[in-house]
């Protein structure tokens, strides 16, 4: 779950974060700010996170209400029970990683 | 809100004048404090001699911040000290061209101005001669252009979503 | 048969002088649970101990000094929200003072004992994280979860008045939008009568406490002399023996008619600061219960916003029936007013300390400049000073202790 605003300094952070985590992953963007850069259109903020890293559930909100939040993680949870094994072995997946440059 | 202490007013700068006589450049009792514009070279000794002397005793730096004055191309720097014992607030401004933007540190006064300066150079492009480590702090490391001069845009220019005929810019 | 050992082989200095000491650095990264937002610090660390830090703040710079220069004055308050973010409405009741000064415009006495019932809970508010939060940095996770039950109630108690927990964006220049509801009367007296027994009972988990104490005292003391180079304010200010508070030096707001203590500490250590934080919350919650009494002893019962038509946006049902309000209302928001030139330097005691707003106005409808004096940005300097040497256990509760905010390291 990725919270609050993420600046360009910060983007190189996130993104060795998300690429040391293990398999399978799935990514929240949680708030106004990290879904699309928020009310701050300025010269030092990421423009919401699906710049750098895939992002399955966006969760707009400024901030998102507690209840909003956890309707995010079921959709997430949604997301999870559905999914098919042989996902994250599926070439579109290996394009979708290459499309953001994460090998 | 701040009381105008009028004594104390006199007392800082008739006190200024007497030992600093050319570099003051103007005085202006203002809505909240007394303002004093002062030459950029000696800004360093005014400062000292501010926060040393037994009876003005102005022991705090409150903030510093810098400014851009695009009509005259100068950038400038406001300092804001404040006198624990006396309880009295003044407000010292300095500038320089553009052209030349250095200013002496007030970082051996007051340790506290180390990272204002370092702010005040990373958003104007003051360079504080003398101070330890004058490096970015807020922006990203590799910028070259310095955000709040008047002229830099705010937005963000990379993005490609935005139909400007909307909203009439 | 027994290995012959040197009799020599324990002597100390030839064991030193044979293995060189070598330094490890230890990145106490941006993204980390003991860093309570994102800032870096980079320690060298000789075994345990540290030798050296050194910090990188801006991993969530905003531009909010840049953005102030293109928004007028009544939308630069959902900025100042998201300074400090802790206790939002401290900060955004110390911009509308700003303006006010700017503009000479003076508050009615209810609407002053309003702002004054407001702060004082974001004060509680933020303390309430502050020292839960050293709780949970030495361990004790319990009182975190209870103190964060009457947290919840707070955020209800904003949402009576203003719509939204967090960042709340409460008030307008010249008072609030709209008179706090009976229901927000109700929660705020229910808050008075249960927070002092659950502020005790936090208390009695961790004050005498052995393991606290022990992990607390002489861990992080600063002397007052560094203290005030650094520009300390506020309770880190107030732990190390200097009683500064601007309420009491400055008084704004009507301040100056109430009665409260100013609780100061000794050492400057952490438990100093925990201990100034906790008598702070017991005294805004006495200067809650004045400023109730004083409202209930005001005749007037109605005003929230100052009568000044210039620059005071108008309450909405006047806007739709009056033909002066809804002049005044367009005059305000399209920026047709004459904002007055000048320059105003104003500060509050925020939850963390002074915090400053310098105002420079150029008689357009926005700001020309705006800058914000955010205690944390200047006292999180002396954060390595303050380590050097000591393990890093200690650090960690030390910067908990200090109560460092991203959102106001940044801006």
């Known amino acids: 779950m990725v919270m609050g605003t993420v600046a360009k300094k910060m983007g190189p952070v996130l993104r060795e974060v998300y690429i040391q985590m293990a398999e399978p992953k799935w990514v929240i963007a949680v708030g106004a700010c990290a879904s699309s850069g928020g009310i701050f259109d300025t010269y030092s903020v990421l423009q919401g996170i699906d710049r750098i890293i895939p992002v399955d559930v966006y969760v707009p909100g400024c901030p998102p209400r507690p209840e909003q939040i956890i309707d995010g993680i079921i959709k997430i949870q949604e997301l999870v029970g559905n999914e098919s094994l042989r996902r994250r072995n599926s070439q579109e997946y290996e394009d979708l990683m290459k499309s953001y440059n994460i090998e | 809100m701040f009381e105008i202490i009028p004594e104390r007013d006199q007392l800082t700068v008739a006190k200024l004048t007497s030992s600093f006589a050319n570099s003051i450049d103007h005085h202006e009792l203002m809505k909240d404090m007394l303002c004093i514009t002062v030459k950029k070279e000696s800004i360093g000794d005014i400062l000292l001699f501010l926060r040393d002397d037994k009876e003005l005793q102005f022991n705090f730096l409150t903030t510093l911040c810098g400014m851009h004055y695009p009509e005259k191309d100068q950038l400038g720097v406001v300092y804001h000290l404040h006198s624990f014992v006396n309880n009295h607030r003044i407000r010292l401004k300095t500038s320089t061209p553009i052209s030349d933007p250095t200013i002496p540190s007030a970082t051996s006064i007051w340790p506290t101005a180390n990272w204002m300066e370092r702010?005040?150079?990373?958003?104007?492009?003051?360079?504080?001669?003398?101070?330890?480590?004058?490096?970015?702090?807020?922006?990203?490391?590799?910028?070259?252009?310095?955000?709040?001069?008047?002229?830099?845009?705010?937005?963000?220019?990379?993005?490609?979503?935005?139909?400007?005929?909307?909203?009439?810019? | 048969m027994a290995k012959e050992v040197n009799s020599d082989y324990w002597d100390k200095d030839r064991v030193k002088a044979e293995e060189p000491k070598e330094y490890n650095t230890l990145n106490v990264g941006p993204t980390h649970p003991a860093t309570h937002g994102v800032f870096q610090n980079i320690m060298l660390m000789d075994g345990e101990y540290i030798v050296s830090t050194e910090q990188t703040i801006g991993y969530i710079h905003r531009a909010f000094e840049k953005i102030a220069e293109r928004r007028p004055f009544y939308q630069i308050t959902p900025l100042t929200d998201r300074l400090n973010y802790c206790s939002a409405p401290l900060n955004n009741m110390g911009w509308h003072m700003t303006v006010e000064k700017l503009l000479g415009i003076e508050t009615p006495k209810r609407v002053d004992y309003l702002r004054i019932v407001i702060m004082e809970l974001a004060r509680i508010a933020d303390h309430i994280i502050c020292n839960s939060v050293i709780g949970v940095d030495s361990g004790a996770l319990t009182g975190f979860t209870y103190m964060f039950q009457d947290r919840e109630f707070i955020y209800e108690i904003y949402e009576e008045i203003c719509g939204s927990r967090l960042t709340t964006n409460m008030g307008r220049i010249g008072g609030f939008e709209r008179n706090f509801s009976p229901k927000a009367w109700e929660k705020i007296k229910y808050f008075l009568e249960f927070f002092p027994a659950k502020l005790k009972e936090f208390e009695t988990l961790l004050i005498r406490n052995r393991i606290f104490m022990d992990r607390t005292i002489n861990v992080g003391a600063f002397p007052l002399d560094r203290a005030l180079a650094y520009g300390f304010t506020g309770p880190n200010l107030r732990a190390c023996g200097l009683d500064y508070d601007v309420r009491v030096m400055n008084p704004?707001?009507?301040?100056?008619?109430?009665?409260?203590?100013?609780?100061?500490?000794?050492?400057?250590?952490?438990?100093?600061?925990?201990?100034?934080?906790?008598?702070?919350?017991?005294?805004?919650?006495?200067?809650?219960?004045?400023?109730?009494?004083?409202?209930?002893?005001?005749?007037?019962?109605?005003?929230?916003?100052?009568?000044?038509?210039?620059?005071?946006?108008?309450?909405?049902?006047?806007?739709?029936?009056?033909?002066?309000?809804?002049?005044?209302?367009?005059?305000?928001?399209?920026?047709?007013?004459?904002?007055?030139?000048?320059?105003?330097?104003?500060?509050?005691?925020?939850?963390?300390?002074?915090?400053g707003y310098y105002l420079v106005s150029d008689g357009g409808r926005t700001a020309s400049r705006l800058h914000f004096r955010r205690p944390g940005f200047i006292y999180y300097q002396a954060y390595p000073e303050m380590v050097q040497g000591t393990m890093l256990s200690d650090a960690i509760l030390t910067m908990s202790s200090m109560n460092v905010i991203a959102g106001e390291l940044d801006a």
Not at chain 3, 253 to 277: A, I, K, L
Not at chain 3, 290 to 319: G, H, M, W
């Open chain 3, 252 to 355: 704004y707001c009507s301040y100056e008619e109430f009665e409260f203590t100013v609780p100061v500490g000794q050492n400057g250590d952490t438990y100093d600061r925990f201990m100034v934080r906790q008598a702070e919350m017991k005294q805004s919650l006495s200067i809650i219960q004045q400023a109730i009494d004083k409202l209930d002893a005001l005749e007037d019962k109605e005003t929230y916003y100052a009568r000044d038509p210039r620059f005071v946006l108008p309450p909405k049902e006047k806007v739709y029936n009056n033909m002066e309000a809804l002049i005044w209302h367009f005059k305000i928001v399209m920026g047709e007013t004459d904002i007055p030139v000048g320059e105003v330097y104003h500060c509050i005691e925020g939850a963390n300390g002074e915090l």
């Open chain 2, 119 to 169: 702010e005040t150079y990373d958003f104007f492009g003051i360079q504080f001669v003398g101070h330890p480590n004058l490096t970015r702090i807020l922006n990203v490391d590799d910028m070259v252009d310095f955000p709040l001069r008047k002229e830099f845009p705010l937005e963000d220019q990379t993005r490609d979503d935005k139909d400007d005929s909307q909203f009439g810019r």
